[in-house]
């Protein structure tokens, strides 16, 4: 029962009254336990949490199918090719494996692992919604479970890096990280990207090559009748899913902020002395030392979204959809690792790297 409720209500039972003001007393914070429990599971060894985390992602996985079979999973067992054999199975398994694996020794959160996840499996249901007819909800649901089960078990076993914290003292790395209002604009400018790459493959070479490349194509009327602030408005999520991805850990860093100190100051270098990595690194925007901590972030995070994207939409296209071939698995892919790298440029552009 709470000090404070005891003294003011039950006046008879308080040994000392003036208790009830003095700053010593401490409220019962019913999270305390649950903090306690992931805390522990936190400080396991690494040698159980990685197993752990391979384990939870897997099961929690196959069991959410299994729930959805009746349902979503009707609709996309409609466009999939046969997967029984135990080789596909094993190397299935062994995809989403791997995957885990990447973003546990890349040093990845959950939130990271849901924004990573967001942006790496979507193109595989855009194409099922837009090319093949696959209803909203069963597209969405597929993509909730394969967010979920990954970033479940990494918020159980891992804590949240410095960029993300939401504690009450920031740095002012985080202030500039988190502010909502930074966010709110580089989500519409990520989108914005995403979406004049997205319409300009869309009304030029696109819905020939999937035609031509993907048997049993059931319709490209929504890729002919796509307008451009549609898409902007339908790929905010991807714009926000990005900034958290890519943004604000490089802002966020607790090392070299780059540029974000206003005491950091470029210093110019001498042409006729500098070695080719300093001469790129300054005309990238870096100092003469070579790249920031900062842009390392930012173009390390931006190439392996990019190689996720890319290779992630490759194997899922050519392996799970019915009459795909492999050049027709390469181009949907593509477009999606060019709308990648140009939003990380973009980033590296905004925060002056």
Same mark, same amino acid.
């Given at each position: 029962?709470?000090?404070?409720?005891?003294?003011?209500?039950?006046?008879?039972?308080?040994?000392?009254?003036?208790?009830? +003001?003095? =700053?010593?007393?401490?409220?019962?914070? =019913?999270?305390?336990?649950?903090?306690?429990?992931?805390? *522990?599971?936190?400080?396991?060894?690494?040698?159980?949490? +990685?197993?752990?985390?391979?384990?939870?992602?897997?099961?929690?996985?196959?069991?959410?199918?299994?729930?959805?079979?009746?349902?979503?999973?009707?609709?996309?067992?409609?466009?999939? @090719?046969?997967?029984?054999?135990? &080789?596909?199975?094993?190397?299935?398994?062994?995809?989403? $494996?791997?995957?885990?694996?990447?973003? !546990?020794?890349?040093?990845?959160?959950?939130?990271?692992?849901?924004?990573?996840?967001?942006?790496?499996?979507?193109?595989?249901?855009?194409?099922?919604?837009? +090319?093949?007819? #696959?209803?909203?909800?069963?597209?969405?649901?597929?993509?909730?479970?394969?967010?979920? *089960?990954?970033?479940? =078990?990494?918020?159980?076993?891992?804590?949240?890096?410095?960029?993300?914290?939401?504690?009450?003292? /920031?740095?002012?790395?985080?202030?500039?990280?988190?502010?909502?209002?930074?966010?709110?604009?580089?989500?519409?400018?990520?989108?914005?990207?995403?979406?004049?790459?997205?319409?300009?493959?869309?009304?030029? !070479?696109?819905?020939?090559?999937?035609?031509?490349?993907?048997?049993?194509?059931?319709?490209?009327? /929504?890729?002919?009748?796509?307008?451009?602030?549609?898409?902007?408005?339908?790929?905010? =999520?991807?714009?926000?899913?990005?900034?958290? +991805?890519?943004?604000?850990?490089?802002?966020?860093?607790?090392?070299?902020?780059?540029?974000?100190?206003?005491?950091? /100051? /470029?210093?110019?270098?001498?042409?006729?002395?500098?070695?080719?990595?300093?001469?790129?690194? !300054?005309?990238?925007?870096?100092?003469?030392?070579? &790249?920031?901590?900062?842009?390392?972030?930012?173009?390390? @995070?931006?190439?392996?979204?990019?190689?996720?994207?890319? #290779?992630?939409?490759?194997?899922?296209?050519?392996?799970?959809?019915?009459?795909?071939? #492999?050049?027709?698995?390469?181009? !949907?892919?593509?477009? &999606?690792?060019?709308?990648?790298?140009? $939003?990380?440029?973009?980033?590296?552009?905004?925060?002056?790297?």
């Amino acid at each position: 029962m709470d000090v404070t409720l005891m003294a003011s209500h039950v006046p008879f039972l308080a040994i000392r009254p003036d208790d009830q +003001f003095s =700053p010593d007393i401490v409220k019962d914070d =019913p999270g305390s336990n649950s903090d306690t429990a992931m805390d *522990s599971l936190r400080k396991l060894p690494l040698a159980v949490r +990685f197993p752990l985390a391979c384990f939870l992602s897997l099961s929690l996985s196959s069991a959410l199918y299994s729930i959805v079979a009746s349902t979503a999973g009707v609709e996309l067992a409609s466009v999939s @090719r046969d997967l029984q054999d135990p &080789w596909t199975i094993g190397a299935l398994v062994a995809w989403k $494996t791997s995957g885990v694996a990447v973003a !546990w020794y890349a040093g990845y959160d959950y939130q990271d692992l849901i924004s990573l996840n967001f942006l790496a499996n979507l193109p595989y249901y855009y194409l099922l919604n837009t +090319f093949y007819s #696959i209803h909203d909800v069963a597209c969405i649901t597929a993509l909730v479970i394969d967010i979920t *089960s990954t970033a479940i =078990p990494f918020a159980l076993l891992r804590s949240v890096i410095h960029a993300h914290k939401s504690s009450e003292a /920031k740095t002012p790395n985080q202030e500039v990280a988190q502010d909502k209002f930074v966010y709110g604009l580089l989500s519409l400018f990520g989108a914005a990207i995403t979406s004049l790459v997205v319409y300009g493959s869309f009304y030029t !070479w696109l819905p020939t090559y999937m035609v031509v490349h993907f048997d049993g194509l059931r319709s490209v009327e /929504k890729a002919h009748n796509s307008a451009l602030y549609v898409l902007v408005a339908l790929f905010i =999520p991807i714009g926000a899913a990005t900034t958290h +991805f890519v943004f604000a850990p490089a802002v966020g860093s607790p090392g070299n902020p780059g540029l974000t100190d206003p005491k950091l /100051k /470029k210093t110019a270098i001498n042409p006729e002395t500098a070695t080719l990595r300093e001469t790129i690194a !300054w005309n990238l925007g870096c100092g003469p030392d070579g &790249w920031t901590k900062r842009a390392e972030i930012l173009f390390a @995070r931006t190439a392996s979204l990019t190689a996720c994207a890319c #290779i992630n939409t490759f194997v899922r296209v050519y392996v799970t959809i019915e009459g795909t071939e #492999i050049v027709g698995a390469v181009g !949907w892919a593509s477009v &999606w690792g060019v709308a990648t790298t140009l $939003t990380g440029l973009a980033f590296a552009w905004v925060g002056n790297e």
